[in-house]
């Protein structure tokens, strides 16, 4: 950035260095007290001192609500970046991501954030404390999972997910009740039923672990060994909500097919403690009841009616 | 439309003039789609001209009315941001040209599924098409699908209808089964509609 451009500019409020083979934005930017948006797509950005040293304390950090740094060369998102506490825009597509930091949750105001087009294989469940989230584009990556987790973005309008590795989905993201737009084209999505052949029966830890909450056995810290006690308060709730059991390290992954108004079929990834936990998504080869397997399709067919937009993707 | 006795070579030196020649090509019975592509490729965009009309949504790619040609076709200018795209749609027996006015967008070519609809459907092709460049396609030719896969810049297309219509089919790529839906304007006459705004929503 040119010397003495807050000198010169200081009410700036949107400065746009696209397109400039900018390496570095320098510490102008910190003497910016207005600026709201920042666009500098396009540019050489992405080695160590691309972003000035300083910028969590800086009034931009406060000051900035939009910054895009898409097509740059970013490996990984800058930790600077992390403390610009007022962003709400934030894009990065087309750089060379392999991941996102967990920290992303410190931009609690953001509301749009773009990660189209980088090598981005997994994504943190950190991702979801971001109460403002409306738009979220993760499409052309090398996703092979969506955390259930993702399901707490609560405002969520906007989901971009085309053209990454998903076999599947957690059931958790029929929660979304805000999404309008779901894109899924483009990901090898499991179109047969596929059953977990390899469940490994749980050891004779687990088994006394479960009998113990699920019978609400009493016992004191002075009762057990201190391992023990850590290990009972791990007792995660079996997610089928007509399940009480708990499990522990032990559980089945099965695939449940559900329809969108008998046009589009999900596969959506269930786990249950057992085999032999009844859910309501239970597998076809078990002898399912048709109440249960109607059951399914009512909640089913409320999500449906909520993410019709999904059939288009 | 049919090929007349004389094709014309038209130059459209501006937004307006363009449309002026549509509505004089259009008032003839029959029209050349030869005629209609070399017509719109003629116009070279100006930004000016359109940008009127050029609203963009933050989720969807838009559609922005800009002529209803004495109701024999629809002019209008859709707006795709980075990563917008369309699903894989058919032009209910119309003629559809799409001219690039900004960036770039993605068409991919698919043959209608078979009567079953039980298959990944077959890409026929696929390109992409540059600024000023006018691409053609009717339901005899097969079903596409349009995106804009840069992730930095947003695309502008301007595309012709003719006959208008406000109802096509959507297609699941991996089974082939087909949707019927209703399109809405985000804008009509660089007027935003105030209205429900879903482009390929459930029935409104």
């Not at chain 1, 102008?28 to 797509?41: F, G, I, M, V």
């Not at chain 1, 999505?189 to 006394?208: C, G, H, K």
């Not at chain 1, 099965?254 to 786990?271: A, E, N, S, T, W």
């Not at chain 1, 859910?279 to 399709?297: I, K, L, N």
Request: proline share 7%; aromatic share 8%.
């Amino acid at each position: 950035l040119p010397a003495g451009l807050s000198q010169w500019f200081p009410a700036l409020e949107v400065l746009d260095v696209s397109g400039t083979g900018l390496a570095e934005m320098g510490t102008e930017l910190l003497s910016l007290p207005c600026l709201h948006t920042l666009l500098a797509k396009n540019n050489r950005l992405g080695g160590p001192g691309s972003l000035p040293k300083g910028l969590g304390q800086a009034p931009l950090a406060r000051s900035l609500r939009v910054l895009n740094l898409s097509g740059n060369r970013f490996s990984e998102v800058p930790p600077a970046l992390l403390q610009l506490r007022g962003l709400r825009s934030l894009s990065l597509g087309g750089n060379r991501l392999h991941g996102i930091p967990p920290d992303i949750q410190e931009l609690q105001s953001l509301e749009f954030l773009y990660l189209g087009g980088n090598f981005i294989t997994a994504i943190p469940p950190e991702l979801a404390k971001l109460p403002s989230l409306r738009y979220l584009v993760l499409c052309d990556n090398k996703i092979q999972s969506i955390p259930p987790q993702l399901a707490q973005l609560h405002s969520l309008r906007s989901l971009s997910l085309h053209n990454n590795l998903l076999t599947y989905l957690p059931r958790e993201i029929l929660n979304l009740v805000h999404l309008e737009e779901l894109s899924l084209r483009g990901n090898p999505l499991v179109v047969r039923f596929v059953r977990d052949l390899t469940y490994n029966p749980p050891s004779l830890q687990e088994l006394a672990g479960r009998t113990v909450k699920t019978r609400n056995v009493p016992y004191a810290p002075s009762d057990l060994p201190d391992s023990l006690v850590r290990y009972l308060s791990l007792a995660s709730n079996c997610p089928n909500p007509k399940c009480g059991g708990v499990y522990f390290d032990s559980c089945v992954r099965q695939i449940k097919f559900v329809d969108f108004c008998g046009k589009y079929r999900l596969p959506l990834m269930h786990y249950l403690c057992s085999p032999e936990c009844s859910s309501p998504y239970s597998s076809a080869s078990q002898s399912s009841t048709s109440q249960s397997e109607s059951d399914s399709e009512d909640e089913a067919s409320v999500a449906a009616h909520r993410m019709q937009k999904v059939l288009l993707g | 439309m049919e090929q007349p006795v004389q094709t014309e070579t038209w130059k459209a030196r501006s937004l307006e003039e363009l449309v002026r020649i549509l509505h004089q090509i259009f008032a003839e019975d029959k029209v050349s789609v030869d005629e209609v592509q070399a017509l719109m490729e003629s116009y070279e965009s100006n930004p000016e001209e359109w940008l009127q009309y050029a609203k963009f949504d933050q989720y969807r790619y838009t559609r922005n009315l800009v002529d209803s040609g004495n109701g024999k076709f629809n002019l209008m200018i859709l707006c795709w941001g980075e990563g917008h795209g369309s699903s894989i749609h058919d032009h209910t027996d119309s003629h559809c040209f799409m001219k690039i006015l900004q960036g770039n967008l993605k068409e991919t070519l698919f043959e209608w599924p078979g009567k079953k609809g039980n298959g990944e459907m077959t890409k026929k092709s696929e390109r992409v098409l540059r600024e000023n460049q006018c691409a053609y396609i009717n339901d005899s030719i097969g079903l596409h699908r349009v995106e804009n896969i840069s992730h930095t810049e947003p695309a502008v297309s301007l595309h012709l209808y003719s006959p208008p219509f406000n109802t096509c089919n959507t297609f699941d790529q991996r089974t082939g089964h087909k949707h019927k839906v209703t399109m809405t304007f985000y804008s009509q006459f660089g007027e935003r509609t105030v209205c429900v705004s879903t482009i390929c929503g459930g029935p409104h």
